[in-house]
């Protein structure tokens, strides 16, 4: 196999590198997702939708002080009747296009997801971890018994994998893993609450004062959570979380995840982000004599 070959898979869908585009960056529209799934993104997971239109908070949604990144962005989103034209123009790319999607409970849940199932999209990712929208976060997110009612519903109604984002705000994240173990992969993690104030105006930066902290300065959790999970679960992991470069992503798969999602860091180096992580992930690979991710996949577990 040649060294070239970093190609990995998620259950039935293949990409032909580990780098999938994360929910919430540039993949609203479709023809920024198809451009950015051409210049080496292997898959693209579209902003998280709900049932309708939402116009999410007020600025200001982003508070940043390198390597601090936070947003309270407010889930804004133009409803699930409104992105398949936007989905049909991504899946143009020919590589898998992941939906997204948000509710308040099980049966919002299961209806969008049918949706998307409509538009064509490889799997559907749940979104039961926003950590700064009242109604469709951590209090959905953090509790064990909706978090198995909603992954159960959708995957009874539905044939599509379903993916089931977990937040890191949780007393106990293994509790929440095996609740939504009827996924067909968890990712880890979504943001971290967070907030940021102005010592002269005396006041949060934020409207909505409370934010997702996201970027470089999460890896750790992001790292210990996959860990933590893939030593106490047979599940695919996809891993999230201030992943920057090749070697941040190889830190991830050592610790036993299959893929990874990139977001941050496309606002920080913009789209050719992917094609400088592919190449640091051959690089290391060609260094260290592997052939294949499988050859190194996890091995931190061991």
């Given amino acids: 196999m040649s060294i070239s070959d970093i190609s990995t898979s998620i259950g039935n869908i293949n990409l032909s590198n580990p780098f999938i585009l994360a929910s919430g ?38 508070a940043i002080d390198d390597p601090i990144f936070i947003n309270a962005v407010g889930l804004p989103n133009p409803g699930i009747l409104n992105v398949g034209e936007e989905i049909k123009t991504a ?27 409509e538009y064509g999209v490889s799997a559907v990712e749940l979104n039961l971890s926003c950590p700064h929208v009242k109604g469709f976060g951590s209090e959905i997110g953090g509790d064990p018994n909706l978090v198995r009612k909603i992954v159960k519903g959708v995957k009874g109604a539905i044939s599509k994998p379903v993916w089931s984002k977990l937040s890191p705000n949780v007393t106990n994240l293994l509790d929440i893993a095996n609740a939504a173990s009827d996924s067909d992969a968890l990712v880890l993690i979504n943001t971290v609450r967070g907030m940021k104030i102005d010592i002269y105006s005396k006041k949060p930066v934020l409207s909505n004062k409370v934010g997702g902290l996201s970027g470089s300065s999460i890896k750790p959790v992001g790292i210990r959570s996959v860990y933590e999970v893939k030593s106490n679960m047979d599940i695919p992991v996809i891993g999230v979380g201030g992943i920057e470069s090749g070697f941040d992503a190889v830190e991830y798969i050592m610790a036993g995840a299959t893929a990874v999602q990139i977001g941050t860091a496309v606002w920080k180096y913009g789209r050719a982000v992917f094609s400088k992580v592919t190449n640091e992930l051959l690089e290391f690979m060609g260094s260290e004599g592997y052939g294949k991710i499988e050859e190194f996949r996890g091995i931190a577990l061991k």
């Fill in 25 to 62: 960056i540039l993949d609203e529209n479709g023809y920024t997702m198809k451009r950015i799934l051409s210049e080496g993104a292997s898959a693209a997971v579209t902003k998280s939708i709900g049932m309708e239109e939402r116009n999410g908070y007020k600025p200001p949604i982003v």
């Fill in 91 to 117: 899946r143009e790319s020919g590589k898998p296009v992941i939906g997204s999607i948000f509710g308040k409970d099980e049966n919002e849940f299961i209806e969008l997801a049918g949706k998307m199932e």
